[in-house]
């Protein structure tokens, strides 16, 4: 049960929380525990009712919440604080502060002057549909600086290598959306997750 729920919460970041707006959400614990109420209630209809369409709305605040709140332990180590807006047609803006040096260690290059905790700004459309899904990259920045897609993806695949995915998440690969879900449809302030 714990795995289905870390694999929720990578496929969450790599779907939603990839940018950043300068405008910050208003989180609270009420707002954090919906969103978990939710991420379950999604789990279960997975297992128990997988014929049965389902729809299931999450907004930001939620999302934002429960990265504030609750999933802490569910992060890679050097990855911090994400948060996401969803400007709606399928954008996503958000920022998440990563680790540098965690990443730089034993490689050279621009590694060599890159490092410390620095936030990562990205923007991009989420596209799925019949359980797969692919984000299109838009733009990307460190600290304000233009982030080369190469570098991004240095980073993306350090903080999402696993057993079964060694070389970790390529940005522009297609992936499967977990838990039964069909399709995720951005819109403004929200997502509606159709299983």
């Not at 990855?79 to 965690?102: F, M, R, S, W, Y």
């Amino acid at each position: 049960m714990r795995f289905s729920l870390r694999l929720v919460a990578v496929s969450a970041l790599t779907l939603l929380a990839l940018v950043v707006t300068a405008e910050a959400v208003n989180t609270s614990r009420p707002q954090a525990d919906a969103f978990a109420k939710k991420l379950a209630i999604i789990r279960q209809h997975a297992e128990r009712s997988k014929d049965a369409p389902r729809r299931t709305t999450v907004t930001e605040g939620e999302l934002n919440s429960w990265f504030v709140y609750r999933s802490q332990p569910l992060l890679p180590v050097g990855v911090k604080d994400p948060q996401v807006t969803a400007i709606g047609n399928g954008k996503l803006l958000g920022v998440v502060t990563v680790d540098l040096d965690e990443v730089g260690k034993g490689k050279s290059g621009a590694w060599n002057i890159l490092g410390g905790r620095l936030p990562i700004t990205l923007s991009g459309v989420l596209r799925t549909k019949d359980g797969r899904g692919q984000f299109d990259l838009q733009s990307a920045s460190l600290s304000g600086v233009p982030l080369p897609k190469f570098l991004l993806q240095e980073i993306v695949a350090h903080y999402t290598r696993t057993e079964d995915h060694p070389q970790g998440i390529r940005l522009d690969d297609p992936f499967a959306l977990p838990s039964g879900i069909k399709q995720i449809d951005v819109g403004q302030g929200q997502a509606v997750i159709q299983q």
